[in-house]
């Protein structure tokens, strides 16, 4: 995770994004920011709680994405959070 400025932050994704203690440390890092860009490029998948995580957020959040593919673009429209976010 990157900080931008005092409201803006950047989560940087590889791999496999997954429940766990990866996700509850980002969760608590992520909550003083009001606008956080994601940048899946390098992500490879998600499973239901890292969805959820950004479902949850988007509520009180801005959400940008960058990179994602159309898999989890398909992923988002079929959990209902594709038209929460930005998709850069």
Known sequence: MKKIDNDNA????????????QLNELQKNILDYFAITFDFTELQSM??????????????????IIGANQELIELFKQKLIYGKMKLL
Not at 10 to 21: L, S, T
Not at 51 to 64: C, E, N, V, Y
């Open 10 to 21: 950047k989560v940087i994704c590889k791999g496999n994004m997954f429940a766990g203690e």
């Open 47 to 64: 499973d239901s709680a890292s969805i959820s995580l950004l479902d949850r957020i988007t509520d009180k959040h801005s959400i940008s």
